[in-house]
């Protein structure tokens, strides 16, 4: 890669500033920074209290878990104008919600998710080719024949089940080993070493042991390929010269960690959504050609990131009439931006027949998922085969005894027992 990544913490015009990335002093003119909510009343809405803050303050001072200030965006407008306004970036020694990093923390080569251009743009210029519409329509029959095995498998075993660990899970994983050309001897525990990765909380040591893991065992496959190289991601980026085992290995670890747990969570709890809407489960029963809509739909009413994307101020401006400061940490709530109605009419009623558009349920900008694309065949598929192969598809306990799962970056159920004799 030409030149390289070297971060510092504070630019050389703020290092006599009196005061750290983010600190900001009280005065009387500013109302108290809010904190970000974390009770649900209703497992398919965002936190309670984002309607309130996208209503009366859509860019409101934000209390941080590390003691420090940053903001909260809840508006659709304000989130996406963040996300294209160069003078905001993903530097990972600035990001502390909705847990804080490391200053110090080195970024591993490849790692490109957390880098801002020209790095970002020639990292995923790389990837880009592994996701052109070619290599996906030559993915969707092999995404097929997993959704099929798998809905088979339960058929034959009955029900109830648990629609995680029977379908959601496994489908989601052998995806994504179908795109890299892998196949995990011990899917479920690589599958929890990704959860490790992606969850919340003080206990840095959990997170980097699996982060580790997923490394180790990706970084097999990457020597592997080198040697035996095939017609997937994988072979094609250890084809390129420019790129080192340790950036593959990197690059695979973030795509695998990043698209298997939310499209696991998506089937899961876009199922569950479905079936606690009896109408709209009719609806797309009754025409399945609304299945491209209620996927965008889904996607918008879920918004399964449920603490959002951040970004940094890389300087001092104002924005919006706030005086944003360097190193400032944006935290923009994609779900509240999605159920804004200056955006959405009715927007807390899922509605499969919604003109699709505009949801931020994939990012937007350069950073805009990479996987998009993969996410919405894979979760068509997966919606179309679970409902044509299950007309009697059921809630197999009351909605109370379903758990749910808040503990991780991504939200989604733990479990989901169904039935449908």
Known sequence: MPGGIGYPIMPTEHADSGGFPGEWKMTKSQPEPVRHPDVRSCPFDPYDGLRELREQRPLARMHCPDGRNGWLVTGHALVREVLVDPRFGSRLDLQRFPMPVDANLQVPPGMFSVLDPPEHTWYRRKLAGGFSPRRMRALEPQIERVVTAHLTAMRRAGGPADLVASFAAPVSGRVIGELLGVRIADEAGFRKATEQVLALGDDEERVSAGWREVCAVLGEFVRDKRQRPGDDL?????????????????????????????????????????????????????????????????????????????????????????????????????????????????PDRLNLARPAGGHMSFGHGVHHCLGAQLARIELRIGFSGLLREFPKLRLAVPPEQIPMRDDTIIYGVRCLPVDWT
């Open 234 to 346: 994988l072979s094609v980026l250890t084809a390129d010269d420019e790129l080192t085992d340790d950036e593959i290995t990197t690059m695979a670890a973030m795509l695998v960690t990043a698209a298997q747990d939310t499209t696991t969570s998506m089937l899961a709890l876009g199922t569950y959504a479905l079936l606690s809407h009896p109408d709209q489960l009719a609806a797309l029963r009754g025409d399945p050609s609304l299945i491209d809509g209620a996927v965008e739909e889904l996607l918008r009413y879920l918004t399964i990131n449920h603490f959002g994307a951040t970004r940094a101020a890389l300087a001092d401006f104002e924005f919006h009439g706030e005086s944003i400061r360097y190193g400032d940490l944006m935290t923009l709530s994609l779900s509240a931006a999605n159920r804004d109605p200056a955006q959405f009419p009715d």
